[in-house]
C-alpha cells in the first residue's frame, strides 16, 4: 500500500515510490529510491513539490500522527499504485507557480548562479571525455537538464540571465548550458510536452558537442579566424551529430547538433536546408545560439546588450523562422533583464525584472541622467505601473558610457 504524505513529514529511511510533481519540478533521475541522504531530502523540499508517494512496506512508516492526518477520509492512502492521470491531477495544485516578484527572481538567480558553476564544469569534463573518444554519462547529462529546467520553471528568466555573463574563457562551456535554458524556456513559451522539452534541453546542452573534435589551436584562439580555420570549424556540426550517434543520443538531439547552424533560407551549413527542411527543434537551436553568442563575452569582441541583440537579430531576413523568434522574445523579453535602456526621461536603467503585463514595459533600475551626464541615485521602477508616465525609448549601448559593474545592478 503506497501512502501519499506532505513533504513537510518527509523522512530520511523513508522509500519514495513516487514525487508528487512532473519530471521538470525535481532533479531526481530515479522515481522509486529509498531515501538515506540529508542532501536529497534537501532537494526534495526546495523543488517546490508539496506531496509524495511513500512505500512503507521498503522503508520507514509515517509516525501514527501522519497516518491519522493522511488517513482515507482525506483520500491519501492509496490503495494501488496512482494512475498517471492522478499524479497529472495532482501536479498542478501540488507544484509553486512561478512566483513574478522581483524577491523570487533574486533568490532563483543566487541559486542559478551555483546552477551554473556546477554546470560549467560537468561541461568541461563531458567535452573532455569526448575529447578523448570516451562515451558521454548520460545520466550525468539527464540530471543537468532537469536542474536547469527545473530552474527555468522556478523563474523563467533568472537562469537565461546569468548563463550570459560569462568570461570568454567559460565560453565553450557556459554557451552550452545557456542555449540548453533558452532552448527549455522557449519550449515552454511553445507549449512542449515534457519529453520534448527534454529533447529540447539535452540537444541545447549538446549542440556545440562536435567542437571537441575541433584542433584546440582553432578553438581556442584568441581572435577572429581565417578563412582556412572556419572551415575547419564549420566541420563540428557533422562532428558532433557523429559522437551523438555513436552514443545512442535521441535522432532528435542528433538533428539539433547537426543543423542548428542551417539557415531558413538555404544558406546555412552544412546541407544547406531551407525552410521547413530544417526540423523545428533544430530551428530553434538556431535562434538560441546566436543570441548567447552576440549577448557574451568573447575574446575579440564585447557582448551586445540584449535588447540590442533582440532588436537585431529581428531585423535579419533569411536567418531564422519569424514564428518561433517570435515565441523566443515572449519567452525571453523584448527587453531582457539585464538589459541597458534610455527611457523618455532622458535617464539610462537596467531592466531587472519582465513586466507583468506588458514586454514593453519591465521593471527597471534607473541610475544615470542623460541631461547631467552624471550618475543619479539608484531608483527602482515598475514601468507597467498605471501610476508611471516615463516609458523605454530604445535599447543603449554600454560600451558607449563605459559604465562598469552595472550587472551588479540587476543582480541584487
Ligand atoms: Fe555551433
Not at 503506497?2 to 519514495?16: E, F, H, S
Not at 537585431?312 to 531564422?320: D, L, T, V, Y
Request: proline share 6%; aromatic share 6%.
Amino acid at each position: 500500500m503506497k501512502t501519499r504524505i506532505p513533504v513537510t513529514d518527509l523522512q530520511l529511511g523513508m522509500y519514495i515510490h513516487k514525487l508528487g510533481g512532473s519530471w521538470l519540478k525535481h532533479p531526481f533521475m530515479r522515481g522509486s529510491f529509498l531515501l538515506t541522504e540529508a542532501r536529497d531530502l534537501a532537494a526534495i523540499r526546495e523543488c517546490g513539490i508539496n506531496e509524495v508517494w511513500i512505500d512503507p512496506r521498503l522503508g520507514q512508516m509515517p509516525t501514527a500522527t501522519q497516518q491519522a492526518a493522511s488517513g482515507p477520509e482525506g483520500g491519501q492512502i492509496l490503495a494501488a499504485e496512482p494512475s498517471p492521470a492522478a499524479i497529472a491531477e495532482i501536479a498542478p495544485a501540488a507544484v509553486a507557480k512561478p512566483a513574478d516578484s522581483r524577491e523570487a527572481l533574486v533568490q532563483e538567480i543566487e541559486r542559478a548562479r551555483r546552477i551554473c558553476l556546477s554546470a560549467k564544469s560537468q561541461v568541461k569534463d563531458m567535452l573532455q571525455a569526448a575529447r578523448l573518444g570516451k562515451a558521454i554519462d548520460s545520466d550525468t547529462t539527464q540530471l543537468l537538464v532537469r536542474e536547469i529546467a527545473a530552474s527555468v520553471e522556478r523563474h523563467p528568466v533568472a537562469l537565461l540571465s546569468v548563463a550570459r555573463l560569462k568570461t570568454h574563457d567559460d565560453y565553450t562551456y557556459m554557451h552550452s548550458v545557456a542555449v540548453c535554458a533558452l532552448m527549455i524556456a522557449m519550449a515552454r513559451q511553445l507549449g512542449f510536452d515534457e519529453e520534448r522539452t527534454r529533447l529540447a534541453g539535452i540537444g541545447g546542452l549538446m549542440h556545440d558537442l562536435g567542437k571537441a573534435a575541433m584542433p584546440l589551436d582553432v578553438l581556442n584562439k584568441p581572435g577572429k579566424l581565417t578563412d582556412a580555420e572556419f572551415n575547419v570549424m564549420r566541420s563540428h556540426p557533422l562532428a558532433g551529430a557523429e559522437m551523438l550517434r555513436a552514443n545512442g543520443a535521441s535522432p532528435d538531439v542528433v538533428d539539433i547538433a547537426l543543423h542548428h547552424h542551417e539557415k531558413i533560407d538555404g544558406t546555412g551549413y552544412p546541407h544547406k536546408l531551407k525552410g521547413d527542411g530544417i526540423s523545428e527543434l533544430a530551428r530553434m537551436g538556431a535562434i538560441c545560439d546566436v543570441y548567447d553568442a552576440v549577448t557574451s563575452q568573447r575574446a575579440y569582441k564585447e557582448p551586445w546588450n540584449p535588447a540590442a541583440a533582440m532588436h537585431q537579430m529581428a531585423k535579419w531576413e533569411g536567418h531564422f523562422d519569424k514564428a518561433l523568434f517570435n515565441a523566443f522574445v515572449k519567452s525571453v523579453g523584448i527587453y531582457p533583464v539585464g538589459s541597458l535602456v534610455k527611457l523618455a526621461s532622458q535617464r539610462l536603467a537596467i531592466v531587472i525584472a519582465p513586466g507583468t503585463e506588458s514586454l514593453l514595459s519591465p521593471v527597471v533600475r534607473v541610475f544615470f541622467s542623460l541631461k547631467s551626464k552624471e550618475q543619479i541615485p539608484v531608483q527602482t521602477i515598475d514601468l507597467g505601473a498605471s501610476s508611471v508616465k516615463d516609458r523605454i525609448v530604445g535599447p543603449e549601448d554600454p560600451a558607449k558610457w563605459g559604465f562598469r559593474g552595472i550587472d551588479e545592478l540587476w543582480m541584487k
